[in-house]
């Protein structure tokens, strides 16, 4: 018998090159349930859960900036915790607590932590060029350095132009198995994908950094490479770390390298938790992952910064900085903020609907809000 096939809707790209998850009128239900849209995808349980208990904070629960943020048609979660309390939470209608949200690059801490373990562990240095742990790395990469790639400070030709459709970005998902190849074609390996990636003078010449996504999957790679297949256990020692009380998922690539640049979905408490981690692993609390030295000097560091109107941010050492925090915005409308004075967190879950999936504007906005809410560091 013959069977008949067809792709699969979600992951079939249409004329405005968005997959059908990632379109203005599917986006919302994607983000909410990206875990059942990738292709292949890796889930942790921790063994023993981080107790939050609720305490919700009255006084800022009635900030206009709250307002503000859960108001919004974008809104999905907000939670502000401090040490073992939920001093805030707001989930929206149509997105319970239990529900995993994708989180998109706020990803990348997990790598922010990944490395520096392996930094302090004299895994790799990042003064040496990439090359030298991917031989086989083109001119996109080759003679950039580990913490120019850390810093997002490498210029070649790759694209993320969010308004722009054709951007490499988007081409990038596939090797991801975030969306399935035009005509047929077979999915590349995100090693082919990356090492693919061309250039012509990498040095950054401007104050203003050059965000890609594809950095991460250098670094991803040369972790790879430097302790072959171990990026599932460090995930799994991250998971146990946080504590996490629901499970956590990440996109994987065909070669099965977890998707550190976006790949991740968990629920808002649970991504709260994870900021919890962080400021643990800064103040030198937690020994498991991390490296306390790493994660504080991003906050002094002499960096490059975002472009306007993010430009009093800067970026460090694949985290964003204003001095105080240490956070991470996501595509789609994700922001996690972690206040290394004061230990608070603040975590917020939001879907943009427009035609690009993200706004500049809208992010500036949210980031402004959220550091409000943070209690005074007097």
């Known amino acids: 018998m013959t069977y008949r096939t067809r792709p699969a809707p979600e992951l079939t790209v249409g004329d405005d090159n968005k997959q059908g998850w990632n379109q203005p009128a599917q986006r919302r239900h994607g983000f909410h349930n990206a875990h059942h849209m990738f292709r292949r995808s890796l889930s942790f349980r921790a063994g023993h859960q981080v107790v939050l208990d609720p305490a919700e904070d009255a006084d800022l629960a009635g900030r206009p900036e709250v307002a503000l943020l859960t108001g919004r048609s974008e809104f999905s979660a907000l939670v502000v915790a401090q040490g073992d309390k939920v001093v805030l939470s707001r989930h929206a209608a149509d997105f319970p607590e239990d529900q995993p949200h994708s989180i998109q690059s706020i990803s990348k801490m997990l790598m922010h932590l990944v490395a520096g373990r392996m930094i302090s562990e004299g895994q790799f240095d990042t003064t040496k060029p990439t090359e030298h742990y991917l031989p086989d790395i083109g001119s996109g990469y080759r003679g950039a350095t580990v913490q120019d790639v850390l810093d997002m400070n490498v210029i070649n030709h790759f694209s993320e132009d969010y308004y722009d459709p054709q951007a490499d970005c988007y081409a990038e998902e596939e090797a991801m198995g975030w969306r399935l190849p035009p005509n047929g074609a077979p999915e590349p390996l995100l090693r082919e994908f990356i090492c693919g990636i061309t250039g012509d003078d990498l040095h950054n010449p401007g104050p203003e950094i050059r965000y890609s996504s594809a950095n991460t999957e250098v670094l991803t790679l040369i972790c790879d490479q430097i302790a072959p297949g171990t990026l599932p256990d460090k995930l799994h ?36 938790r994870f900021g919890l981690l962080l400021a643990r692993v800064a103040m030198g609390q937690e020994t498991r992952v991390g490296n ?12 490059r910064h975002m472009p306007a109107p993010r430009d009093h941010i800067r970026y460090s050492d694949h985290v964003m900085t204003d001095g105080r925090w240490i956070g991470h915005s996501g595509y789609g409308g994700q922001f996690l903020m972690v206040d290394l ?38």
């Open 341 to 378: 004075t004061t230990g608070t967190v603040c975590a917020y879950l939001s879907v943009i609907e427009n035609a690009s999936g993200f706004s500049h504007e809208y992010m500036a906005e949210t980031i402004a809000n959220l550091a409000a809410l943070l209690p005074s560091a007097g």
């Open 237 to 272: 020692q991250i998971v146990e770390a946080a504590g996490f009380a629901h499970p956590f998922h990440i996109s994987t690539s065909r070669d099965a390298v977890p998707g550190f640049s976006g790949g991740g979905c968990l629920t808002v408490t649970d991504l709260a």
């Open 292 to 303: 306390p030295a790493f994660t504080r000097a991003t906050l002094t560091r002499p960096t």
